[in-house]
Every structure is written in C-alpha cells, then in structure tokens.
C-alpha cells in the first residue's frame, strides 16, 4: 500500500449498487496489497506485533506489519503475505490465514492473520521498531494504512473463536449461481470464449476472458471488443458448442452434499445463471443433479447485474425478495443483483477474487464446503 494513505476502509458490510457494465477498461482493477495480524508464538495468542515505519511520509507512525508491495497478480497471496512479514521482521509468517479484504482507493487490502517467534528482528530499511501490544491495545494506538479498521473487525469476527460469517437464522429460498459458484466451469468457459474471439479474428488473452466471468455472452462480446454488428453471430457461434463445453465440467467439492441436505430440510433452491437454461440444465444433468429449477438467460430481459434473475427467481419459488432469502454467487455481477433485489448476497470465491469484488456482499466465504459447515450449523 501507499505509505502515508489513511483513508476511510470499507470492508464486506458495504451496500452494493446497481450499475451497468459496459466497455469497462480492463485495467481499472484496483491492486491487491496483503497485510498482517502477527500473533506471538501462535495464532491464538492474545499479543500482536506492531512496527514503527522508518520511512517517510509514515516515518515514526505505528502500523500492521506488510503492505511492502510483495503481491503480484500471478502470486498466490498467502505465499505473498509471507513475503512481506518476512521484509518487516526476518520472520515469514506462519500458518497464513485469509480472513478479510478492505477497501481503499484504488487499492484492495487482503487481510491475513498468523504468528512469528517471540523475538522478530526489525528490518531497519522499512521499521524502526517491533513491539507486541495486546490486542485491545492494539486498537487503541492510531496506526497507519486503515490498521485500526482492520484490527477491529478482525478482533469481531475472528479472534477467540468468534463466530464466522453468519446466515439468515431462517431462510425462505437459496439460489445459486451456477458456472464457477456450483460448478468448477470458469477456466473452460474462459478458454471458450477466446477460442470463439479468435474465430471472429479478435486478439483476447485466457486472462482477458477470465475478468469478464459473471457477465452474459452479450456483454463479454462487447467487452472484448466484437463490433455490434457482429454481436449476436458471436453468441450464437459461442453457445453452439457450449452445452459439449460444460458437460466436461465437474461439480465444485461440497456441492453435491450441501444440494442434498438443501433438499432434506426443505429450503427452495433454485439455480440463477447467465447461461442458456438447456445447457444449465444439461450441465447439472451431467452431474448428478436434478430437479432443479433453472432461471436463465431467456427468462428475463436484463442480465446480472440487473436485479431482474433474482426477482424472477423469486417469483418462481413462490417467495418475497428479502434478507430472508439467500442469493450466493462468485462475482461482482451476483452481489450487485442480490443486493439490489434486496436479497441476502452471499460471496463464496478466494480471497484474491473476493478482492475484485467491488459491492461487498453481506457474508463470504473461502469455499462452498466453508458455507456448508455454517448451514449445517444454522
């Protein structure tokens, strides 16, 4: 992060809105910092370890430990969060732990938590000091780079066994996204959509196509640059082979479990996807799944992230849109739909997409068997 930014964080209790997209500049997406909760000895030691920069504009000011910069977008971020606690204190930090992102412009932080040794080593071109705080007096201390935010929602929602991410206590429906939420599909449908940009003579990269997922076939066309002209010829060559495409993609771990206990305690599900409704439906055939009701790309007039899926959905199921219903996706465009559907979002994705994320959902979790666990729970 930018040394000497102290701006106001948003983290995931954000509401998201509702905005179009179209022809958004690839490279706007924010960059991704990682940063630190250091425990002493173990990761459920009450002490944290603090440094005091040493540079300017932050020079002689306490802030958590990382933030140097270590982060690359092809880096695995624990590895990177390791990397940079390494820099501060001659220690890597052990037993990374992924509990948060935040918010800052034009930055995403990516929140980690673990333990060094009782006796870290001040790097003396970045920290002056090293000091252990408990951590409620570690809050207390004005700390740079919106660290007092970040200790403080940690302290709430993960230190000493504090409950993880909660549900609606009763839910009324739960949808699904389908294609990278239910599904492992994202990284085919990807390499679909390029091999489809280079029949209509289109330069796109695999991760070009990986930062447009959630979005319908139309709105990728148009992202990728295919003249309108051509739109609809490219979503029609697109989706000719797409149902042969997704019945090679396999169910995420969890989901097939988690679709049956649904089933067994009597909660609505229903599937919301961008997809054509045959090949959704073909897809969970292939997978073991039936009798799930499907809404599609042609059952409604505005794509996610429009809130119109949902609204359908719910109409379907026979339910009124609230925070009693649970809409869980792995995108920006299903946390939009959900949030202005009114609807409780629910984000299930890793902690690097989460990242990219720009409407915080209402919960979100590392995976579907993590969700899983806080059902069997509810």
Not at 281 to 288: F, Q
């Amino acid at each position: 992060m930018k040394e000497g930014e102290d701006t106001t964080t948003t983290t995931a209790a954000a509401t998201a809105t509702a905005t179009p997209l179209r022809r958004v500049p690839l490279a706007t997406s924010p960059a991704l910092v990682t940063v630190a909760v250091v425990h002493e000895g173990c990761s459920a030691s009450r002490r944290v370890l603090l440094c005091r920069r040493a540079r300017d504009p932050c020079c002689g000011r306490w802030s958590l430990v990382g933030g140097c910069g270590a982060f690359k977008d092809d880096n695995d971020p624990a590895a990177a969060v390791a990397l940079e606690v390494l820099c501060d204190t001659g220690e890597p930090l052990r037993d990374p732990t992924f509990f948060n992102y935040f918010y800052v412009p034009g930055q995403v932080l990516l929140a980690f938590s673990g333990w060094v040794s009782s006796h870290p080593v001040p790097n003396l071109t970045y920290t002056s000091e090293l000091k252990w705080f408990d951590l409620e007096e570690a809050m207390k201390v004005p700390l740079a780079f919106n660290g007092n935010e970040i200790l403080q929602w940690y302290f709430e929602h993960c230190f000493s066994g504090a409950a993880p991410p909660s549900l609606p206590r009763s839910m009324d429906a739960i949808l699904f996204d389908l294609d990278g939420t239910l599904v492992d599909s994202q990284e085919r449908v990807a390499l679909h959509y390029q091999e489809t940009a280079t029949k209509f003579g289109l330069s796109a990269s695999l991760e070009d196509c990986r930062r447009l997922r959630g979005l319908s076939a139309t709105e990728t066309a148009l992202q990728l640059g295919v003249p309108e002209t051509q739109v609809l010829n490219f979503v029609d060559s697109f989706k000719s082979t797409l149902a042969a495409v997704c019945c090679e993609c396999r169910l995420f771990p969890g989901v097939q479990e988690l679709l049956s206990f649904l089933r067994t305690s009597g909660v609505p599900c229903c599937v919301v996807t961008s997809n054509c409704e045959l090949h959704a439906k073909a897809l969970l055939e292939a997978n073991s799944v039936r009798d799930m009701l499907v809404v599609g790309a042609q059952s409604v007039t505005h794509p996610k992230p429009h809130p119109e899926i949902v609204l359908v959905a719910c109409a379907r199921l026979s339910v009124v849109p609230s925070k009693k219903v649970v809409l869980v996706g792995d995108t920006k465009s299903d946390v939009t739909a959900g949030a202005a559907a009114g609807v409780f979002t629910v984000l299930v994705n890793t902690p690097q997409r989460c990242a990219q994320v720009v409407g915080a959902p209402d919960a979100a979790f590392g995976s579907i068997t993590a969700l899983q666990k806080v059902l069997y729970q509810n």
